[in-house]
């Protein structure tokens, strides 16, 4: 399976439900199971990307050291890179 170009995070993401459900309901026979876990895979491997692309254009605004707003990239926000000091 591809993905589809029209696939919307939210549609890959419900699939991907669906697909959970399915296999922890123990019904599939093996072969199916190998399907489900391969499309599975796809899926979760696009939904990361997507997720990794938002977080890339993802921006915080957080008040400078100086008092001054800036803008800095969402990858800082996490790492502490900006954290400010109390006086």
């Known amino acids: 399976m591809s993905?589809?170009?029209?696939?919307t995070f939210e549609k890959a993401l419900a699939r991907l439900e669906?697909?959970?459900?399915?296999m922890d309901s123990g019904e599939p026979s093996l072969e199916?199971?190998?399907?489900?876990?391969?499309?599975?895979?796809e899926l979760a491997r696009?939904?990361?990307?997507?997720?990794?692309?938002?977080?890339g254009k993802?921006?915080?605004?957080?008040?400078?050291?100086?008092?001054n707003d800036e803008v800095i990239p969402f990858e800082a926000c996490d790492s502490g890179e900006n954290d400010r000091e109390d006086d």
Do not use: H, W
């Open 46 to 55: 696009y939904c990361s990307s997507v997720i990794e692309e938002a977080e």
């Open 18 to 22: 669906k697909i959970v459900e399915r």
């Open 58 to 67: 993802l921006e915080a605004l957080v008040e400078a050291k100086n008092g």
């Open 3 to 7: 993905i589809p170009q029209d696939m």
């Open 32 to 41: 199916e199971a190998l399907k489900l876990f391969g499309e599975g895979t």
